[in-house]
Each structure stands twice: as structure tokens, then as C-alpha cells.
């Protein structure tokens, strides 16, 4: 089975452009969640999506928005990009919101930098 | 407030030297501990999940234990493969599907 799937690999902007960046999670998982890895930390929660509705956020300015599609497939928008903004963007599915199974599948990320 | 932490923030051992690494956390419930390994560039792979106090999980040569305040992740006779960040994640009961992410630690293991 197809793992997590992210495009693109890596993306190279300008300040102030804006990126949209994608994620199809594993087959039948209809959660999707979104990190921000800067270098030599760990991720930092972005977004959490379930059946197309917002169910988490973290504390990053509403420059970051995000949505997820009928097919569980999601995308991240950040707007006006800060130099800051430059990390790995990680893209985690998982089975359910609640129950048993609580664990995160991880994409293998989007590499963006900003300059 | 809810805290994860890691030590050491880095760990050399030669293959073969097991060594244990740690994650202590303060919370105020806890749905769920993760192990993760994650290569430099690449996402987070996932390891074990732990859900109480005294609950162990094994795979290969790695071995996962949780008590009510740290887990600790075991590596018995590690190989050059095992070198990676080791994450130690935390998902509380009032944060349904946000992952805490301790800082981790990075193990390399030299032949």
C-alpha cells in the first residue's frame, strides 16, 4: 500500500509569495495533520483534519490556512512568506480521530525555502 | 502546561554497546506515547505506540517501556543502521490528533 504521498519534494520562494503545498494520506485514513519541522527541532502541530473539518490548530498566525478535500486529500496554504517560514512541512494521516488507533503516518515532507 | 523531554540530545555508541535513551513528560492526561525515528530530510517513521503505565513494546532491537512519568527506549546492540533522531511523542487527552514532539535524541552508531 501507498504510503502518505507529499508534492513538491522542494520549493524555493521569494518573501512575501505564497505556496500551496499537498498531501494524500494512506488509502482509506480520513484524517490528515500538518507540521512545521524548522531545523534540529521537532515538528510543531500546524493543522488537524478530519472528514473535511477543522478539528485543530496551532498557535501559527492565520497567514497559514489549510483545507481538506472529499477524497481526505489536503492542502496548506501560507501566505505573505517570512524567511522564517523556511522548514520541512510534514504531512501525517492517520486511521481515526478517536478510538484505538491514535497513531500518525508521516509523509516524507515538503522542503521549502524561502529567500 | 504539558512537557516533553528528551535526553541525551545526542548519543554516540559503537555497534554492538546497547544504551537507553529517555523521555520524560508532565501532563495533564495522557492518551497516548509514540516512538518515532526520523532520517535526516526524511518524515517521522513510526515506531511503537504505549497507552499505560507499565506497558512494553518490542521490535527488532529496539524495546519501548512507559511508567507514569518516562518512557524509555532501549537499544540492544545497536547496528550502523540504527543511527537516526529518536522522538519521543506525546498526544494528550484534551488535543485530540495533535502530536507533542519532544526535541529528540540523535544516535550514531559506528562500526
Known amino acids: 500500500d501507498a504510503g502518505v504521498t507529499q508534492s513538491p519534494t522542494h520549493l524555493i520562494k521569494t518573501r512575501g509569495q505564497q505556496v500551496t503545498l499537498r498531501c494524500s494520506p494512506i488509502?482509506?485514513?480520513?484524517?490528515v495533520s500538518w507540521y512545521q519541522q524548522v531545523l534540529g527541532q521537532g515538528p510543531q502541530f500546524i493543522f488537524q483534519?478530519?472528514?473535511?473539518?477543522?478539528?485543530g490548530r496551532g498557535n501559527f498566525p492565520d497567514r497559514f490556512s489549510a483545507r481538506q478535500f472529499p477524497n481526505y486529500s489536503s492542502e496548506l496554504n501560507v501566505n505573505a512568506l517570512l524567511l522564517g517560514d523556511s522548514a520541512l512541512y510534514l504531512c501525517?494521516?492517520?486511521?481515526?480521530?478517536?478510538?484505538?488507533?491514535?497513531?500518525?503516518?508521516f509523509g516524507p515532507g515538503t522542503r521549502l525555502t524561502v529567500t | 502546561e504539558d512537557q516533553v523531554t528528551q535526553s541525551p540530545e545526542a548519543l554516540r555508541l559503537q555497534e554492538g554497546e546497547s544504551s537507553s535513551l529517555n523521555c520524560s513528560y508532565t501532563?495533564?492526561?495522557?492518551?497516548?506515547l509514540f516512538w518515532y525515528r526520523q532520517d535526516p530530510g526524511k518524515g517521522p517513521e513510526f515506531l511503537f505506540t504505549?497507552?499505560?503505565a507499565g506497558e512494553e513494546k518490542e521490535k527488532e532491537r529496539l524495546k519501548a517501556t512507559l511508567t507514569k512519568k518516562e518512557s524509555f527506549l532501549h537499544i540492544t546492540a545497536p547496528k550502523p543502521e540504527d543511527s537516526a533522531t529518536y522522538l519521543c511523542?506525546?498526544?494528550?487527552?484534551?488535543?485530540?490528533?495533535?502530536?507533542?514532539f519532544g526535541a529528540g535524541t540523535q544516535v550514531v552508531v559506528t562500526p
Open positions: 511523542v506525546l498526544m494528550t487527552t484534551d488535543s485530540w490528533g495533535k502530536l507533542q
Open positions: 501532563v495533564s492526561g495522557l492518551r497516548g
Open positions: 488509502s482509506g485514513h480520513k484524517s
Open positions: 501525517a494521516s492517520s486511521l481515526l480521530l478517536a478510538g484505538a488507533s491514535y497513531e500518525q503516518y
Open positions: 483534519y478530519y472528514e473535511k473539518e477543522e478539528r
Open positions: 504505549l497507552y499505560s
